[in-house]
């Protein structure tokens, strides 16, 4: 075997003259970021922490000992269920955030420069965990609420805090590290879909043992388990600081350009823009085939192409119908009549804003809509049969489920679903037609600070049609009467009132509309 050539003069100067400019260019970018704390700024920030809990720590105990948490064991596989598919949503999210992301400007310079890629995502990985830990809070807090504490109650919650807090920094760890190899994003997938499967296993009652004896549960395991998910979270966040080297940097510039133009939509305060980012960068990669367009009247046909963006997404639509069991879910949890029928009606709007996809199309390219030549009024009743299909579908059935799982609401209060469906579509379709966030418009002076109007008017703009169409659903639903016969007449004439009225009123956005918003048209046009 032939040995390795000594490297020559020439060569190690030209290694020692590469790994110096390398150090100078670290060097020299680091020195003009933030400073690091120094060992006075973390003496300050943890007597500040202990002083917050000698404050506060003896009321708080005060409190959680006076409290009395005993639960219905019948409520209890419905409370699991919920905090489950809260950890789960919480697990989507991150994934779908990245969830390592940077700022724009250290995405496009730093990113590809000599730096240390572990040092430049800290700060980031930083953040994450601090995030982890207050969902983890929330979720202990839920998962107390849902097994309730039969003795002492400080310890159980301490548990549960514990508990919560690991499951949500462990995956966040996980999903870190799915960013960074595609194995993990493997198992982060199968541990949502683990997470879905015991959410609809409680709801079934059949861990009601399982959750009884955890409910139950001696003080000595309950202080096994948390501290075992502490072990496992503790090893997975150390698998991910020793992955941050190995995330991809077309992933890392991919996450950083989406949450850039979240943090923009947040600025603005433009929320809309959010739904068209995540439609873009759904089909940007995707190769479509061609069918024939069907033989349809010319109001249809333009309609169809929502039918076909619809089918085209099936696990989207599959998703959005099987959250349809949630209401049931609060219903069996102890949910009150008025949350359970704020949840039926909006699941259901929210439903049916998804088919709403070419009405937001021609009110953010008026000119184009007028050039396929099809009247403005027309089409928007081609396009209100979509969104009034979905959410009257989606309320008939959460309301079979919550008669199927709860017994309240039985008999013939599934068919409350069908009426509110035409008001359903009309608060859709002015969702999909509001014009940018007025920032023109005035601010109130409340006793809790100043509050903008014009956020507020584009948020309620649809809703409020809603709660007008549904005025008599939401009655039934509050009031629940052992015959809705003239509930559902009545809110079957309102809908159709409210739909007509609105397709009636309706008119085309003009171009000054949809750049500037009414506001700032009227004064130009006064101009």
Partial sequence: MSERPAPTARGHHDMTESVGSVRAVRAFLWSRRRARPSLLDRYVTGFGLAMLAAVFGTPVTSTLEGLNLQIDPSRTGAGVALVALALAGFLATARAAGPVLLPSPDASWLLLSPLNRRQLLGPTGRMLVLVAVMAGALLGLGLVMALGAPDPIVWRVLGALALGVSAAVGGMALAVLGQASQSWQVWLTVVTAALMALAVLAVSGRLRTVL?????????????????????????????????????????????????????????????????????????????????????????????????????????????????????????????????????????????????????????????????????????????????????????????????????????????????APALAAAALRMAGRSPVDHSAPVLDTPGGPVPTGPLIWAFTGIDLALIGCLPAVAALFSAPARPGTFLAVQAVAGALVLAGYLWRARPRTAQETVTGPATKGTAQAT
């Avoid at 759904?282 to 929502?306: G, I």
């Avoid at 029928?341 to 070419?358: D, E, F, I, N, R």
């Avoid at 008669?403 to 409350?416: D, H, K, Q």
């Fill in 212 to 420: 009884a004896l955890a409910a139950n549960a001696p003080l000595p395991a309950v202080t096994a388990a948390a501290s075992g998910a502490a072990a496992v979270a503790a090893f997975l966040v150390g698998r991910a600081w020793v992955a941050l080297d190995r995330i991809p940097t077309r992933a890392l510039v991919t996450a950083s350009t989406r949450g850039g133009h979240v943090a923009n939509a947040a600025v603005v305060l433009d929320p809309g823009a959010l739904t068209w980012i995540a439609e873009d960068n759904h089909w940007r990669a995707r190769r479509l085939t061609s069918r024939r367009w069907p033989a349809l009247p010319a109001p249809l046909a333009l309609a169809w192409q929502d039918w076909r963006r619809l089918g085209r997404r099936p696990g989207r639509l599959a998703a959005m119908f099987a959250l349809a069991a949630l209401p049931a879910v609060l219903a069996q949890a102890g949910g009150p009549p008025p949350v359970l029928g704020g949840a039926v009606l909006a699941g259901a709007l929210a439903v049916a804003v998804t088919g709403t996809s070419g009405a937001r199309r021609d009110g953010d390219n008026p000119a184009l809509a007028r050039l396929i030549g099809v009247g403005h009024r027309q089409a928007l009743a081609a396009r209100a049969i979509l969104p009034a299909l979905l959410g009257g579908a989606w309320a008939t059935l959460a309301l079979v489920w919550v008669s199927v799982l709860t017994g309240a609401f039985s008999g013939t209060w599934w068919w409350l679903g069908l009426p509110v």
